[in-house]
């Protein structure tokens, strides 16, 4: 499975981003997926997760309140919907997914995930 992140750019603070995560074929397996980001000289970090379901998610607190992650299994897409943007949210956003047959599960642990998007670029301006 190959992953492509697209939606970044340069919005300014307190606008909004949607984030989309494609599939490059069918996700046949069940796998959880997530979002994770990368600031210039920082380790990457979790952002969000969401199960094969839909019904479990988990967001990092930093995001909470903000930041909606959502899935389409028929169209191999997910979403990070990402509202009230800040200056802290800069970073390259990466999506990944997890080789698990678990409809129900999702991981915030970096590890776990078997692959990756390339990312994509966020900017947000004060």
């Known amino acids: 499975v190959q992953l492509q992140a697209s939606g970044g750019g340069l919005v300014q603070a307190g606008e909004s981003l949607r984030l989309t995560c494609s599939a490059s074929e069918r996700i046949t397996a069940i796998n959880p997926m997530g979002w994770f980001r990368q600031a210039p000289g920082k380790e990457r970090e979790f952002v969000a997760a969401i199960s094969w379901s839909g019904n479990g998610t988990d967001y990092a607190d930093s995001v909470k309140g903000r930041f909606t992650v959502s899935r389409d299994n028929a169209k191999n897409t997910v979403h990070l919907q990402m509202n009230n943007l800040k200056p802290e949210d800069t970073a390259v956003y990466y999506c990944?997914?997890?080789?698990?047959?678990?409809?129900?599960?999702?991981?915030?642990?970096?590890?776990?995930?078997?692959?990756w998007g390339q990312g994509t670029q966020v900017t947000v301006s004060s």
């Open positions: 990944g997914a997890v080789r698990r047959y678990d409809p129900n599960a999702y991981s915030r642990i970096q590890r776990e995930y078997d692959y």
